[in-house]
């Protein structure tokens, strides 16, 4: 066995040779796609020495034109409460407002007549704190019917998502990782089937002219054309064409009705939840408006309930007392919206249903749309990636010329 292994040692080295350009193609690629994603954070001596993903590393960026994308092919702000109906937000209020109320006229009172108060009895208490109650669903649906028409003014959507995005960039990964799985997976294989081909052709070539130059050439070339044809194949052609009888379509899009629904749970179940968007509404930068609005809301309440019993009102608990009662009222109320707004939570996830939204509207998009969703990951320094390929591969065909190779040829 020996003798057979020596005495044909030329052939099994020259056999070596597409076998190690299959391993370039496939580990290139596979380290292409690791660079791609991680690290998360940097790793190294910055700002020169070290990596971090890609896209880890333009995070905002990245987020940036995800929202926009989204905003702009799947569904706009105003749409997001187009469905809210503002008196079933107050129904699933209902329960908080009773607590609202007594906590409102406690504080009042506490004020205006600590020690009469104390005297009146629970019974007549309750009877107040239920009419104070019994308003508070009007207040709620006026303040609910106000953030609809003014949502574009108080929710920045933009700014929701690149804080959620580059807060949690394993997430922003996971969003690419998962719905591009299928792709990521043909680029690693890709790579040691195309390696494999471009090794076949290295070889003869190296057969012919054994020049030292020719491995790291050839390994440069591998490198660099395994990663570019794999990710060419994965978008293009993005309409089907016939060749040898068969359809050819870039695999992306040809999985675009199951993309689709990886892709909208995420966004819906991980992003546009409405926990998220109400608490971006409540305490995002445009915070200062929503209050503005709840509290124009409440003093416009206030006046309405007090009437015509107003100026009779201010005369006999005075001006200042009066104006320091509606103050308690409108920042009571601008406190507790936030807090009791929780059990709308599943009633605003059923009303608006973004999944199916998302779903249904990436499924009917155009190819070339859709191929928008995935394709900013490699657009996004794919020719940095594409020339580490190269150059892992050239240092492959150098090793492969030392190693193996050292005594033939031209060395």
Same mark, same amino acid.
């Given at each position: 066995?020996?003798?057979?292994?020596?005495?044909y040692?030329?052939?099994?080295?020259?056999?070596?040779?597409?076998?190690?350009?299959?391993?370039?193609?496939?580990?290139?690629?596979?380290?292409?796609?690791?660079?791609?994603?991680?690290?998360?954070?940097f790793?190294?001596?910055?700002?020169?020495?070290?990596?971090?993903g890609?896209?880890?590393?333009?995070?905002?960026?990245?987020?940036?034109?995800s929202?926009?994308l989204?905003?702009?092919?799947?569904?706009?702000?105003?749409?997001?409460?187009?469905?809210?109906?503002?008196?079933?937000?107050?129904?699933?209020? $209902?329960p908080?407002?009773?607590?609202?109320?007594?906590e409102?006229?406690?504080?009042?009172?506490?004020?205006?007549?600590?020690?009469?108060?104390?005297?009146?009895p629970?019974?007549?208490?309750?009877?107040?704190?239920?009419?104070?109650?019994?308003?508070?669903?009007g207040?709620?649906?006026?303040?609910?019917?106000?953030?609809?028409?003014?949502?574009?003014?108080?929710?920045?959507?933009?700014?929701?998502?690149?804080?959620?995005?580059?807060?949690?960039?394993?997430?922003?990964?996971?969003?690419?990782?998962?719905?591009?799985?299928?792709?990521?997976?043909?680029?690693?294989?890709s790579?040691?089937?195309?390696?494999?081909?471009?090794?076949?052709?290295?070889m003869?070539?190296?057969?012919?002219?054994?020049?030292?130059?020719?491995?790291?050439?050839?390994?440069?070339?591998?490198?660099?054309?395994?990663?570019?044809?794999?990710?060419?194949?994965?978008?293009q052609?993005?309409?089907?064409?016939?060749?040898?009888?068969?359809?050819?379509?870039?695999?992306?899009?040809?999985?675009?009705?199951?993309?689709?629904?990886?892709?909208?749970?995420?966004?819906?179940?991980?992003?546009?939840?409405?926990?998220?968007?109400?608490a971006?509404?409540?305490n995002?930068?445009?915070?200062?408006?929503?209050?503005?609005?709840?509290?124009?809301?409440?003093?416009?309440?206030?006046?309405?309930?007090?009437?015509?019993?107003?100026?009779?009102?201010?005369?006999?608990?005075?001006?200042?007392k009066?104006?320091?009662?509606?103050?308690?009222?409108?920042d009571?109320?601008?406190?507790?919206?936030?807090?009791?707004?929780?059990?709308?939570?599943?009633?605003?996830?059923e009303?608006m249903?973004?999944?199916?939204?998302?779903?249904?509207?990436?499924?009917?998009?155009?190819?070339?749309?859709?191929?928008?969703?995935? $394709?900013?990951?490699?657009?996004?320094?794919?020719?940095?990636?594409?020339?580490?390929?190269?150059?892992?591969?050239?240092?492959?065909?150098?090793?492969?010329?030392?190693?193996?190779?050292?005594?033939?040829?031209?060395?």
């Open positions: 066995m020996l003798d057979f292994l020596l005495e040692k030329e052939v099994f080295l020259y056999l070596s040779i597409p076998m190690t350009s299959a391993f370039v193609g496939w580990a290139t690629n596979v380290l292409a796609i690791k660079m791609t994603f991680y690290p998360i954070e790793k190294g001596i910055p700002p020169f020495l070290g990596w971090q890609i896209i880890p590393s333009k995070a905002v960026k990245m987020s940036t034109t929202v926009d989204w905003t702009s092919k799947l569904v706009s702000v105003k749409e997001l409460f187009e469905q809210i109906d503002p008196k079933a937000v107050a129904k699933e209020m $209902r908080e407002f009773d607590r609202i109320s007594k409102i006229m406690d504080e009042i009172m506490a004020i205006q007549a600590p020690e009469a108060w104390e005297k009146i629970d019974s007549l208490k309750r009877i107040i704190y239920m009419r104070i109650s019994k308003d508070m669903p207040i709620v649906t006026e303040i609910m019917t106000d953030v609809k028409n003014n949502i574009e003014n108080i929710f920045d959507i933009k700014e929701m998502v690149i804080k959620r995005l580059t807060e949690d960039k394993e997430l922003l990964n996971d969003m690419f990782l998962k719905c591009g799985e299928e792709e990521f997976k043909f680029i690693e294989r790579g040691l089937y195309f390696g494999f081909i471009f090794g076949l052709i290295q003869i070539t190296w057969y012919l002219f054994p020049y030292f130059w020719i491995l790291p050439l050839f390994g440069l070339l591998v490198g660099y054309a395994t990663n570019w044809l794999a990710l060419k194949l994965i978008f052609p993005i309409k089907p064409i016939k060749f040898l009888g068969m359809n050819f379509q870039g695999l992306f899009i040809k999985r675009q009705n199951e993309v689709s629904k990886e892709y909208a749970y995420m966004l819906a179940h991980d992003i546009f939840t409405s926990d998220r968007i109400f971006a509404i409540i995002g930068p445009t915070k200062d408006k929503f209050v503005n609005l709840v509290a124009t809301h409440a003093n416009k309440a206030i006046d309405d309930a007090v009437g015509v019993s107003e100026p009779v009102i201010k005369l006999v608990t005075g001006k200042r009066y104006e320091k009662m509606k103050h308690i009222v409108i009571k109320t601008v406190q507790e919206i936030p807090k009791s707004v929780h059990p709308v939570f599943p009633y605003a996830e009303a249903d973004l999944e199916t939204t998302f779903r249904t509207r990436m499924q009917s998009l155009s190819s070339s749309d859709f191929v928008n969703f995935l $394709r900013p990951v490699f657009q996004e320094d794919e020719l940095k990636l594409i020339l580490v390929g190269a150059v892992l591969g050239m240092l492959a065909g150098i090793g492969q010329l030392v190693f193996v190779f050292g005594g033939i040829g031209g060395i």
